[in-house]
């Protein structure tokens, strides 16, 4: 029997979905252009992870060099050598990447928030970066200077400001 059976496309809506549903639906499938992915309807380019594997496939087993096959699955280079360490690290898992954003709790409790107000209070002459050392060297925590200064001049520990209460019309 021919996969897809007659009259289905290569990608059901219902594919889409649960692609998108595992977070491995890619934005990127128009930029593969492998002979594997254009003729054979086993292979689907809005699959990120199988393009991901593919890729480095294509290099390990049939030896394309890396900038060939990261051009032909439409990543680059240095993207291909970010995808294969992550392989070689968790396998197949690592090639679903990992989310972006914040990975851990905030550093900022208010327990370093107040430390920090209390050491430039008490000593207005240091310097951000002088305060981020003292946070270290007391707290085990490490912060930026930039974030550091932020907490000093009262904008809280994640640089946002507290909106401002709507104007009257």
């Not at 998108?20 to 992870?49: C, H, I, M, N, Q």
């Not at 995808?83 to 679903?96: P, Q, T």
């Not at 208010?110 to 430390?115: A, D, I, S, T, Y």
């Amino acid at each position: 029997m021919a996969y897809p059976p007659p009259g289905v496309t290569a990608m059901s809506e219902g594919k889409r979905q649960a692609l998108k549903r595992a977070g491995v639906l890619s934005t990127r499938a128009g930029r593969v252009s492998s002979p594997l992915f254009e003729k054979l309807t086993f292979f689907d380019a809005d699959d990120r992870l199988q393009v991901k594997y593919e890729m480095l496939r294509s290099h390990e087993v049939d030896r394309l060099a890396i900038s060939r096959a990261a051009t032909l699955f439409g990543y680059t280079r240095q993207a291909y050598y970010q995808i294969s360490h992550a392989f070689d690290e968790e396998g197949v898992a690592g090639l679903l990447g990992s989310k972006r954003g914040r990975k851990g709790p905030l550093r900022c409790t208010p327990e370093v928030v107040g430390f920090l107000v209390q050491e430039k209070q008490r000593h207005p002459e240091l310097t951000a970066s002088e305060l981020a050392a003292r946070l270290l060297e007391e707290k085990g925590v490490e912060l930026h200077r930039r974030t550091v200064e932020k907490i000093v001049a009262g904008l809280g520990g994640g640089g946002r400001r507290k909106k401002k209460p709507p104007r009257g019309r």
